[in-house]
């Protein structure tokens, strides 16, 4: 009988829309912008809150940050869908808050996937946003910059909202387990590595962490007046097999690194395979992006500078078109980087430059390449005896550019390896030139 009426509440609300937070207090993640003393906590809590944009993925919580921000300020809230409200509704909606703000009553207009309204839409709101008369607060999951018009967002401050990390999604799925609003009547019975599994499924989105739990429990055993959920169970309501996050991320660095170490050694087919191990178990495709584009030039560098730009370009094309149709051109990215030819020369090069650095930060600027934009610089013999490469025939010159204590350090040792065997003859090139250079 508790499944049949789990599934009867389940029809008529979702947990998600049963859980979500009516406080700053009980909101879970974006504490850059809501933490106390953070901007956002500042606004709110002064009732000082101007028309905004949140940019953010999905499920992150911006229609759920807006109607906090509206019962805090004890605003009244108006909920538009950019996919359904035209331009006659819209002024239909800022007559009445015109009317309101006559009475001393403000308005939050929330517009969801905001992007999604053309010019004519989006400009219906500016002069109501000018006056005051509303307080707009759009939400979109794409870049503001390219989708809402100059005019509108000149007027809005944007806050960026960042998918949830694994502990904030753990933090949601512990409460809704205890949660009288939630599933807390089913005594549900299901072991913290299930559920990282789920919260490692989720990428960041709560609404489908919520949702999978929701799902798992009502396709739980229930026994004993507890519900069971095993493993089996997990990876039917998410159609896959998981990776098992766990608190310290164990698992989830030791994939990484198996992707990192097989594309170092060459190995395709195992850094095709670890990188599919990755996307398959829910990670987010932009963090694997980010790691091929350090991997580009700190296992390959200028043995191959394309590398570096092949990874960029996978990381745009994992951005504009996402899951499931970005995995090819990580694959793609992933081949290329298996295959091209290997240097750290690189990477060398920045931790002995770094040593340095570190040790010797208080040292001066030689005068002659300092820069001297006032009267008082030059005489005080800033940019004196600076040479100018662009003057001499060969672009160089025998100009000292290092510190006194470290002039003759040398950090970058290129390899043989691909193009970066060219580098090796024209740094040859430079020091011969260097040292034979006859000023004038």
Same mark, same amino acid.
């Given at each position: 009988? =508790?499944?049949?009426?789990?599934? *009867?509440?389940?029809?008529?609300?979702?947990? !998600?829309?049963?859980?979500?937070?009516?406080?700053? *207090?009980? &909101?879970?993640?974006?504490?850059?912008?809501?933490?106390?003393? =953070?901007?956002?906590?500042?606004?709110?809590?002064?009732?000082?809150?101007?028309?905004?944009?949140?940019?953010?993925?999905?499920?992150?919580?911006?229609?759920?940050?807006?109607?906090?921000?509206?019962?805090?300020?004890?605003?009244?809230?108006i909920n538009f869908s950019a996919v359904t409200s035209g331009i006659k509704d819209i002024r239909?909606?800022?007559?009445?808050?015109?009317?309101?703000?006559?009475?001393?009553?403000?308005?939050?207009?929330?517009?969801?996937?905001?992007?999604?309204?053309?010019?004519?839409?989006?400009?219906?709101?500016?002069?109501?946003?000018?006056?005051?008369?509303?307080?707009?607060?759009?939400?979109?999951?794409?870049?503001?910059?390219?989708?809402?018009?100059?005019?509108?967002?000149?007027?809005?401050?944007?806050?960026?909202?960042?998918? +949830?990390?694994?502990?904030?999604?753990?933090? +949601?799925?512990?409460? !809704?387990?205890?949660?009288?609003?939630?599933?807390?009547?089913?005594?549900?019975?299901?072991?913290?590595?299930?559920?990282?599994?789920?919260?490692?499924?989720?990428?960041?989105?709560?609404?489908?962490?919520?949702?999978?739990?929701?799902?798992?429990?009502?396709?739980?055993?229930? *026994?004993?007046?507890?519900?069971?959920?095993?493993?089996?169970?997990?990876?039917?309501?998410? $159609?896959?097999?998981?990776?098992?996050?766990?608190?310290?991320?164990?698992?989830?660095?030791?994939?990484?690194?198996?992707?990192?170490?097989?594309?170092?050694?060459?190995?395709?087919?195992?850094?095709?395979?670890?990188?599919?191990?990755?996307?398959?178990?829910?990670?987010?495709?932009?963090?694997?992006?980010?790691?091929?584009?350090?991997?580009?030039?700190?296992?390959?560098?200028?043995?191959?500078?394309?590398?570096?730009?092949?990874?960029?370009?996978?990381?745009?094309?994992?951005?504009?078109?996402?899951?499931?149709?970005?995995?090819?051109?990580?694959?793609?990215?992933?081949?290329?980087?298996?295959?091209?030819?290997?240097?750290?020369?690189?990477?060398?090069?920045?931790? =002995?430059?770094?040593?340095?650095?570190?040790?010797?930060?208080?040292?001066?600027?030689?005068?002659?390449?300092?820069n001297a934009p006032t009267k008082l610089m030059k005489e005080l013999n800033y940019g004196k005896g600076y040479q100018y490469a662009h003057d001499y025939?060969?672009?160089?010159?025998?100009?000292?550019?290092?510190?006194?204590?470290?002039?003759?350090?040398?950090? &970058?040792?290129?390899? $043989?390896?691909?193009?970066?065997? =060219?580098?090796?003859?024209?740094?040859?090139?430079?020091?011969?030139?260097?040292?034979?250079?006859?000023?004038?």
């Amino acid at each position: 009988m =508790k499944q049949k009426s789990l599934f *009867e509440d389940m029809s008529k609300e979702p947990l !998600a829309n049963r859980l979500r937070p009516e406080t700053l *207090e009980e &909101y879970v993640g974006q504490q850059h912008l809501i933490g106390k003393g =953070k901007i956002l906590y500042q606004l709110i809590n002064s009732d000082i809150v101007p028309s905004m944009i949140f940019w953010g993925p999905p499920g992150v919580g911006k229609t759920t940050l807006a109607r906090i921000i509206a019962n805090q300020t004890k605003a009244k809230f108006i909920n538009f869908s950019a996919v359904t409200s035209g331009i006659k509704d819209i002024r239909k909606v800022m007559k009445e808050a015109q009317e309101l703000q006559d009475t001393g009553q403000k308005t939050i207009v929330f517009v969801d996937e905001i992007h999604r309204f053309n010019k004519a839409q989006q400009d219906a709101f500016l002069p109501y946003v000018e006056r005051g008369s509303i307080i707009l607060i759009g939400a979109t999951t794409e870049n503001p910059s390219f989708e809402v018009n100059s005019a509108l967002l000149s007027r809005c401050k944007v806050f960026v909202l960042k998918s +949830l990390n694994v502990d904030d999604i753990m933090k +949601l799925l512990k409460y !809704a387990l205890i949660s009288p609003k939630g599933l807390k009547s089913l005594n549900v019975n299901i072991d913290d590595d299930l559920l990282y599994m789920i919260a490692g499924f989720a990428n960041g989105d709560a609404r489908v962490a919520l949702n999978t739990l929701e799902m798992a429990v009502f396709n739980g055993t229930f *026994e004993d007046n507890q519900t069971f959920i095993n493993k089996e169970i997990i990876e039917q309501c998410i $159609n896959q097999k998981s990776l098992l996050y766990d608190k310290k991320g164990e698992e989830h660095y030791n994939i990484i690194s198996a992707l990192h170490k097989s594309m170092r050694n060459s190995d395709v087919d195992a850094s095709i395979y670890w990188m599919s191990r990755m996307i398959e178990a829910g990670e987010d495709p932009l963090y694997v992006a980010r790691r091929l584009i350090r991997f580009a030039s700190e296992d390959i560098g200028m043995a191959d500078s394309r590398a570096l730009e092949i990874a960029v370009a996978t990381y745009q094309a994992c951005h504009y078109i996402g899951m499931p149709e970005c995995n090819v051109n990580l694959a793609h990215c992933v081949t290329y980087l298996a295959l091209a030819p290997k240097s750290n020369a690189l990477y060398v090069a920045y931790e =002995k430059a770094k040593r340095d650095a570190l040790k010797t930060i208080a040292d001066p600027v030689p005068l002659h390449i300092r820069n001297a934009p006032t009267k008082l610089m030059k005489e005080l013999n800033y940019g004196k005896g600076y040479q100018y490469a662009h003057d001499y025939s060969n672009k160089i010159t025998d100009m000292q550019c290092l510190p006194d204590n470290i002039k003759t350090h040398r950090y &970058y040792y290129p390899t $043989n390896q691909g193009t970066e065997a =060219k580098v090796i003859k024209r740094l040859e090139q430079i020091a011969y030139l260097k040292k034979h250079f006859k000023d004038g």
